[in-house]
């Protein structure tokens, strides 16, 4: 009887938790079916005017605008990053020389630094530079902050793998070249898609950073936190939506290329 | 075997060193194999054995030294141009592979075509008695013998001058290790391939090799074969490799304990623990003494004694059947032959 009723109380408990993280989300959909500036729910009338206003009304041209500028800059950093941190991983968790405890925590810094004091750090930086910010310094800025994470994220890969398979590859005759794609590259596949997939999300939805450093672009959390602001009304929910809607898309894609393309990886 | 001008001459390693941060791994070794052999290097963790064979498969440079491969000197060539192959210790098999790619790896590094890779990965899997229906089974899902045996067929794959390992056998449990062993030593024999084979265990040396050598801080200290290596041990460290043996001390000219001249001046007259023997009233022996039995085990075939005597302990081997009746707390007389005995310099 205790087992059952301990169960019950799991049971009552998920449902909570579920609620309390999946309710707003789904608040936020409710919202963007409304046509007043004010949230009142039930809505007096359902439309989707919103929606209608965000993929074609007058400022069409700007909010899509938004969505290009927060995916440039989220596939530029996811690019740069998965380079950057491939190596940088194999620099950490691999090789050994002097010194290498140093970069990782040099390497590593970064996440634990607060992104709005990083964000203005990099604008008073580049101020000094005489570099005018827009959202190729936001890549910039992300990079700071997602390039160690990614790292970290496929460094994980390399401590579970053994590096002699390397050597062994070596020996039976591969270049230098051939190791790395035929043995290295394939062992970190694993690490590379998730590391992509969290690098992409995590530039996606930045605000501090991006608030800081994209000058005169504005990228979809910008957008969002600044008409949510000032200038509220269900068009902001319901860009909201798209973009989740987008972001959805594009990492279900990529999970189901992996599915596909690596069943013998795993 | 076809020899080049000498046989000897097949492999030679001239004053071959390692340092690490100074201090020599390997030591001024220096060998020579001939064609074919089975060659052992045996010695304890950080004896250098393994940095001696990863030099000769080029994954290490030397300090010092040359390695001569049918008299061509191959000592700057890196591993994926040298026609040797190694089995590694974690045997290192490509974990995201099938068995077939794993062996046909060298294969497609030079650019054989996949309907011949496939050809070959099957040939070589009936070489070392592989299914055939493992071809496309992740490495990942095969037992431990089994990816033994990849590891082999990959080795041999690109049909190498020599093959080397490197203690492949060390984290197998006693039973699967034993038949690995015997099917080794039948690969050699039908390869005809060198074999140079490191392990830290001499037992293991002396089940599949033509010579062993021993070796100890970066140098060979006895090179043999294995019946040699085991009835002359040229030290102490070489006799106490193979198991538990009897060391007496010797001391000008005498041995210590028996009060007998010896055949050196100093050193140590090794005695193994088969060669002592209980004496009946009648039975004569070189050297003989009054000993105790404290304690005695079975092992199997064997029994193992624990003798006191002579103000020291010995130990003592005998046939299961010789021991039956020997128990704890009995006295009785005991001798062995100086014959069975060895006396080594140091």
Redesign the interface.
């Known amino acids: 009887m205790g087992a059952r009723a301990g169960r019950a109380v799991a049971a009552v408990w998920l449902g909570v938790v579920v609620t309390l993280i999946y309710l707003p989300m789904l608040s936020v959909l409710l919202a963007s079916l409304a046509n007043t500036r004010y949230m009142r729910f039930p809505h007096r009338v359902w439309t989707l005017d919103a929606y209608r206003e965000a993929l074609f009304g007058v400022g069409q041209a700007d909010t899509l605008r938004l969505h290009q500028t927060s995916l440039a800059i989220a596939l530029a950093v996811v690019v740069l990053a998965v380079a950057i941190a491939v190596f940088g991983a194999l620099a950490f968790a691999r090789a050994r020389w002097r010194g290498r405890g140093l970069f990782r925590t040099l390497v590593m810094l970064p996440i634990f630094f607060p992104q709005p004091v990083l964000g203005l750090a990099l604008l008073l930086a580049l101020t000094a530079a005489g570099i005018t910010p827009d959202w190729r310094t936001a890549v910039f800025a992300h990079l700071v902050w997602i390039a160690p994470i990614v790292t970290l994220v496929i460094s994980i890969r390399l401590y579970g ?2 590096a ?2 390397e ?9 230098r070249l ?1 190791v790395f794609r ?2 290295t590259l ?2 970190l596949a694993p690490g590379i898609v998730s590391g992509a997939l969290f690098g992409f999300l995590l530039s996606w939805s930045n605000l501090p950073l991006s608030v800081f450093t994209t000058g005169a672009d504005t990228t979809l959390p910008e957008w969002l936190f600044s008409r949510t602001a000032t200038n509220y009304s269900p068009l902001v929910p319901a860009v909201a939506v798209i973009a989740t809607a987008a972001s959805a898309v594009i990492v279900a894609a990529v999970a189901v290329i992996w599915r596909l393309a690596g069943p ?3 | 075997m076809t020899a080049g001008q000498d046989g000897r001459a097949f492999l030679v390693l001239d004053g071959l060193t390692r340092r690490f941060s100074g201090r020599p791994a390997v030591d001024g070794v220096s060998l020579s194999i001939p064609e074919g052999e089975f060659f052992t290097i045996v010695g304890p963790s950080g004896s250098g054995k393994s940095t001696l064979i990863r030099m000769l498969a080029g994954l290490e440079r030397p300090d010092a030294g040359r390695i001569l491969l049918r008299g061509a000197d191959i000592t700057a060539m890196p591993a994926n141009r040298r026609p040797t192959c190694m089995v590694f210790q974690s045997l290192a098999l490509f974990s995201h592979r099938s068995v077939g790619e794993n062996i046909a790896f060298a294969l497609k590094m030079r650019g054989v075509d996949a309907a011949t890779r496939r050809a070959r990965a099957l040939e070589l899997m009936e070489l070392v008695r592989l299914p055939a229906d493992y071809l496309d089974r992740p490495v990942t899902q095969c037992s431990g013998g089994e990816r033994q045996r990849v590891a082999l067929a990959r080795a041999l794959a690109s049909d190498p001058e020599i093959l080397f390992f490197d203690e492949p056998l060390s984290a197998i449990d006693y039973r699967l290790r034993k038949i690995l062993e015997m099917e080794m030593k039948d690969l050699h024999a039908r390869t005809g391939k060198t074999f140079l084979y490191i392990t830290h265990s001499l037992e293991e040396a002396m089940v599949m090799s033509d010579r062993i050598a021993i070796m100890r801080a970066g140098r060979i200290v006895q090179i043999g074969p294995p019946r040699e290596i085991y009835a002359r041990p040229n030290s102490r460290f070489v006799a106490e490799f193979m198991g538990e043996v009897n060391v007496f001390a010797v001391r000008g000219g005498r041995i210590e304990g028996l009060d007998r001249p010896a055949a050196a001046q100093s050193g140590f007259l090794i005695l193994r623990p088969e060669a002592l023997r209980p004496l009946g009233p009648a039975d004569h022996a070189d050297v003989s003494f009054p000993a105790r039995i404290e304690t005695g085990y079975l092992l199997g075939s064997r029994s193992q004694l624990h003798l006191s005597a002579l103000g020291r302990r010995l130990v003592a081997e005998l046939p299961g059947a010789a021991a039956a009746e020997l128990r704890p707390g009995q006295e009785g007389r005991w001798g062995f032959d100086l014959a069975d005995a060895v006396v080594t310099p140091e």
Request: charged share 30%; net charge negative; proline share 5%.
């Open positions: 793998y053994d002699a398979q050597e062994a590859a070596f020996d039976l005759g591969a270049t051939q035929e043995v394939p062992a013998r990886r795993g």
